[in-house]
Nanobody, 120 residues
Framework: QVQLVESGGGLVQPGGSLRLSCAAT????????MGWYRQAPGKQRELVAS???????NYADSVKGRFTISRDNAKRTMYLQMNSLKPEDTAVYYC??????????????WGQGTQVTVSS
């Protein structure tokens, strides 16, 4: 069974930094595109950043220049380095991945979510 396990959330002051990690565990054959999403209270879940297996990245305008997404395919792990954090970045952050468990079976998986709170 495949799982995406997140870590690295927490409380940070405005202007601070956090690094989120998302590790794929279980019977993983191959990992395709992965992404970080976030959901603030009362708001819809939104895409923060995505990265393809080849390393091509895409960012929401609100985080460009502050957040960096990366992945280590050998470790089956994706990262989100978040710098210059703002109170409006406060949300539950979820990782997402298109994961193949065999040459023919690909499914979309979500992590359990990790809370990021930016406050003084």
């Amino acid at each position: 069974q495949v799982q995406l396990v997140e870590s690295g959330g927490g409380l940070v002051q405005p202007g601070g930094s956090l690094r989120l990690s998302c590790a794929a565990t279980g019977s993983v054959f191959r990992i395709g595109i992965m992404g970080w999403y976030r959901q603030a209270p009362g708001k819809q879940r939104e895409l923060v950043a995505s990265i393809t297996g080849g390393g091509n990245t895409n960012y929401a305008d609100s985080v460009k220049g502050r957040f960096t997404i990366s992945r280590d395919n050998a470790k089956r792990t994706m990262y989100l380095q978040m710098n210059s954090l703002k109170p409006e970045d406060t949300a539950v952050y979820y990782c997402n991945g298109a994961i193949a468990t065999s040459i023919t079976v690909v499914k979309n998986y979500w992590g359990q979510g990790t809370q990021v709170t930016v406050s003084s």
